[in-house]
């Protein structure tokens, strides 16, 4: 009898220390949506080479059909709007690049047939950078750009 | 509460869609007071579905602003349709919210 209430009480420790352990994030619950996220991408430190992972090439055809709205002098660098418009016709994916953040992919949206070829944001930027728009479109990837300046860096702190 | 906000509004036949989410999307380059990294914590993924279809999937990094705003344009739905709008970020954390077209 008394060795049962030992086996009980071990068992009531040990569910108590797994609890604790999903408590302190040791065991994390698996992540369903983010299992596709280009973590090297977003991890590269220059454009060319977060195009590279993202795109498989850093060849992009400047486009006169993208059009990039964001402001010419961001006074906070830690709200910038920046919206991406264009044109092109089966448009898979709109990319936001900015050249001088220590990591300058941004943001990307992949965007279903029936999307039209816009998405609105807003980003921080930790100095003045171009803003690159890539937009891949019937397996091609287009480019344009627009220069921003900023007074206020949005990555400090 | 849902961390989300979501408008969306038919124009004939094309559906804006505009989504401001609660988040801190810490970059993990910031230090605090005492001069220690705080560690970041951003969302990474923004799904949008149209009628249970996606219609836009946002991949982000830490350099999106805090609490993002989102916005974007689709064709093929109409008023009273439904949305869907859910988020996940490097910690695992997700969060749904959903709406009706109007």
Redesign the interface.
């Known amino acids: 009898m008394k060795s049962k209430r030992r086996l009980f009480l071990k068992g009531a420790t040990s569910a108590g220390l797994i609890g604790v352990a999903v408590g302190a ?1 040791l065991l ?7 299992a ?3 973590k090297t991408a ?1 991890d590269a430190d220059t454009t060319a080479a977060a195009m590279t992972e993202m795109f498989g090439s850093t060849e992009a055809a400047e486009s006169g059909d993208i059009k990039v709205k964001a402001p010419d002098i961001a006074e906070n660098g ?4 920046v ?1 991406v418009e264009t044109g092109l016709s089966s448009v898979e994916s709109i990319s936001i690049i ?1 050249e001088n ?3 300058p ?8 047939s ?3 070829g ?8 930790g100095k003045s950078s171009k803003v690159v728009a890539l937009v891949k479109a019937d397996g091609k990837l287009y480019s344009a750009s627009k220069e921003v300046k900023v007074t206020i860096g ?4 | 509460m849902s961390s989300i906000k979501v408008r969306a509004k038919a124009d004939g036949d ?1 559906v804006t869609v505009k989504a401001l989410m609660k988040h801190p ?1 810490e ?1 993990g ?3 605090d007071k005492s001069g220690n990294p705080i560690p970041a914590h951003y969302i ?2 923004v ?1 949008c579905e149209h009628n249970g ?14 609490n ?9 739905g109409a008023k009273g349709d439904a949305l869907k709008i ?7 954390k ?1 969060d749904s919210e959903e709406a009706t077209i109007g």
């Open positions: 994030g994390k619950p698996v992540r369903v949506l983010a596709a996220w280009p977003f830690a709200v910038v709007p919206t900015t953040n220590p990591a992919l941004s943001a990307s949206f992949n965007l279903a029936n999307a039209e816009y998405v609105s944001t807003r980003l921080k930027m949005g990555c400090g702190g | 094309v999307m970059t380059q910031r230090k990474q993924e799904v279809n996606v219609v836009m999937t946002a991949l982000w990094g830490p350099s999106v602003s805090k993002p705003y989102l916005s974007f344009k689709f064709t093929g859910s988020w996940a970020d490097n910690e695992g997700s």
